[in-house]
């Protein structure tokens, strides 16, 4: 559950990163449209003005948008699969929504104390995309978005009727939330103005709450960052109704104009700013602790030191990045951090008592643009008061931390006999709490995955990846740093065929879930941990020995009509050799393809080129429709049969186009394999190679070990 927090945190990040940039940029235009600051330049009708105000609505593109980046942003960070669709998804549904609120207001909006027509800004509505809806900010985007991620990973890969194939993926989705946004709408119309009333109280208790709900928010969004659920704290506030309609950030840069032309002091104007203050550590409390460090540090270690802690400290001012030193205290001593996150507490509200207010979240530079700059005119006494009490805590901070690594000889950077100056990253202590946890991961398909990645020289040497039914194809940059077969064989691989940069890890069935767990770890990071591990995965056939069934045989039948062929002679090294397993193949003289054995069908390949059959005993059987044909993508294969379905010799399960697949230049050769034949004998063929034969006609027994 706290994964799944975590990455929901992580995911809303997604647009924020657009809104830095965005700010700074409609705080310079404020700068340099106001008379004060530029004079006559700013007089109206002037090129210069003209110019700005240009600047000005482009910078305004992702403030007047926020609803629409985050549905769009949610789903590229929480979908499972094919995340563009679901972004996609997630706009068409959305709007889908907004239309239908629309039009519930238009008919019935009286009887809901809603007025349609009403342009006040109170009204209650906003206009998204050119239609008119319900203002729901983002708490409302994020929660379509969620619902729309929920369907996207739970119906996208749903299979249809081929006669209902073009509404397969998107579409299934999009149809699915397109009835599904109907009650919600109507469930929103009901609900949320009451629900806007509400939050217009809860907004007037946080203001109330002065010092004391500043501290409480500075100390849970400062302590919760190694969670990842920081992202729930600032959130609500910085974009979101918590304290103001539409969030601090949104509501500073509409207003800086008109801050900055009075003189009135700002936490008159903007008391909510006290919640926008979280940058204020980044700044003064961060300098304080390298100070620290530089000064318990070991004497003959204070220049590396230095060399780290000087870039450290002036990206966590300048841009507000804090990563190095918030995961050194993680790392080393935990209970550090947590001193940070009472001290950056302290001093915000200690700033916010004496009148210091404004975005103030991130670091030097989005502050200078958005507050010093503009607001210096009018409001330097505030900014002065600001940078005496950070100079103050910068003190605090360095006696403090002092003591504290003194007191309890705690090893910080440069306090190691061996020499050894590091500062750790995010990825340092997730690695050390797993080691700390006894173990690196319970899911088999992930250790495999972790082992894989380190056995192909790691995820920078990995230059794309992609599967077949039993097969992880990858391109590899160097192949002279790959491990040896036998390093792959030991981690469960049945075996590796190389070519030059293409390489492929036959896996087995078990290969899409761990080509799953590749993506994620390449993608995220975490692969490192799993270096020389052995997956512990319990492999096919010792599952199969695990569980009783009907029969202790099963008799395997011809699937095609076409030529016998043992598997000695195919012309690919994978099946030759038999790394996947023990069986047959059949060169075929038409396209119709039947069930090689009497069972259950347990899995068809999206790009349907090979179908899994369980047979009455057990064995699993694989039906491989040509070779390398995964590249064709499914065209020239119809699968008549569904997952779940009862097969038996006369069943006919898929129809092949053999000239389709030749012109394409491979091999139609129809393959039939034992995946878990390490718990099954196949006894001998009836049939020897290059003798015709019919589908249906038995071929061999396969016996239960």
Request: hydrophobic content about 45%.
């Amino acid at each position: 559950m706290m994964a799944k927090f975590q990455r929901f945190g992580g995911a809303m990040f997604t647009p924020v990163v657009f809104f830095v940039f965005s700010g700074i940029i409609v705080g310079l235009t404020a700068v340099f449209t106001n008379p004060a600051i530029v004079g006559g330049l700013a007089s109206p009708g002037t090129a210069w003005l003209s110019i700005w105000k240009i600047i000005d609505a482009g910078g305004w593109t992702v403030f007047n948008n926020m609803e629409v980046l985050f549905v769009i942003g949610l789903p590229l960070g929480l979908a499972n699969k094919a995340k563009e669709r679901a972004a996609l998804e997630a706009f068409v549904i959305y709007m889908t929504f907004n239309n239908f609120v629309n039009q519930i207001l238009q008919m019935f909006g009286k009887n809901f104390g809603v007025n349609i027509n009403s342009t006040a800004e109170t009204s209650g509505l906003k206009v998204i995309a050119g239609v008119k809806t319900l203002d729901t900010g983002v708490i409302g985007a994020i929660l379509i978005a969620g619902i729309v991620v929920w369907l996207h990973n739970r119906y996208f890969s749903v299979r249809l009727p081929d006669w209902l194939g073009v509404f397969q993926g998107s579409a299934f989705v999009a149809m699915i939330g397109f009835l599904l946004m109907i009650p919600i709408a109507g469930l929103f119309v009901w609900i949320w103005p009451m629900f806007q009333h509400g939050i217009l109280q809860m907004q007037y208790f946080m203001v109330k709450s002065g010092n004391f709900g500043v501290f409480t928010y500075i100390f849970l969004e400062k302590a919760l960052l190694p969670v990842g659920l920081h992202h729930f704290i600032y959130a609500p506030f910085q974009y979101g109704p918590a304290v103001i309609e539409g969030g601090t950030t949104l509501y500073w840069v509409k207003h800086i104009s008109q801050f900055a032309s009075t003189t009135t002091p700002l936490i008159k104007l903007f008391p909510e700013g006290g919640y926008a203050m979280q940058g204020m550590s980044n700044i003064f409390g961060i300098p304080g602790i390298a100070l620290a460090f530089y000064a318990t540090a070991i004497p003959k270690n204070r220049k590396k030191l230095l060399a780290l802690i000087i870039p450290g400290v002036l990206t966590a001012a300048l841009a507000g990045i804090t990563e190095p030193f918030d995961y050194t205290f993680l790392f080393i001593a935990p209970a550090l951090f947590f001193v940070h996150a009472f001290l950056a507490a302290c001093l915000a509200t200690t700033m916010y008592a004496f009148g210091v207010t404004g975005d103030m979240s991130a670091g030097l530079i989005d502050i200078a643009a958005k507050n010093y700059i503009p607001m210096w005119a009018n409001h330097w006494q505030t900014y002065v008061i600001q940078w005496v009490i950070g100079i103050i805590f910068i003190g605090i901070y360095f006696v403090v931390f002092r003591f504290l690594i003194l007191k309890f000889d705690f090893k910080t950077p440069g306090r190691s006999d061996d020499e050894m100056v590091n500062m750790f990253t995010k990825d340092d202590f997730k690695n050390k709490k797993s080691k700390e946890k006894g173990t690196i991961s319970n899911d088999p398909f992930r250790t495999a995955a972790g082992a894989y990645i380190n056995l192909l020289g790691g995820a920078d040497n990995i230059a794309s990846v992609n599967n077949c039914f039993t097969r992880l194809r990858l391109t590899i940059n160097n192949p002279d740093v790959l491990a040896t077969d036998n390093e792959f064989m030991e981690v469960g691989a049945k075996g590796v065929v190389r070519n030059k940069d293409a390489v492929q890890v036959i896996i087995g069935p078990d290969v899409t879930n761990v080509r799953e767990e590749v993506d994620d770890l390449i993608e995220n990071g975490g692969w490192e941990m799993f270096d020389n591990q052995i997956s512990n995965s319990i492999p096919v056939s010792e599952k199969e020995s695990q569980t009783e069934f009907l029969t202790n045989e099963s008799q395997l039948f011809a699937p095609v009509d076409g030529t016998f062929i043992e598997l000695e002679n195919l012309k690919d090294d994978v099946f030759s050799q038999k790394m996947i397993g023990d069986g047959f193949a059949i060169e075929p003289i038409n396209g119709n393809i039947y069930s090689s054995v009497e069972g259950e069908i347990e899995s068809i390949f999206p790009t349907k080129h090979a179908i899994g059959i369980k047979s009455l005993s057990g064995a699993e059987i694989l039906l491989h429709l040509g070779l390398d044909t995964v590249e064709l993508e499914g065209k020239p294969f119809e699968i008549l049969v569904k997952e779940g379905q009862k097969v038996t010799e006369e069943t006919l399960i898929a129809k092949m186009n053999i000239d389709e697949v030749k012109i394409a230049g491979k091999d139609p050769v129809i393959i039939n394999v034992i995946t878990n034949s390490d718990n099954y004998d196949l006894g001998r063929f009836n049939k020897s190679s290059t003798s015709g034969i019919k589908h249906g006609s038995p071929i061999a027994v396969v016996y239960k070990k």
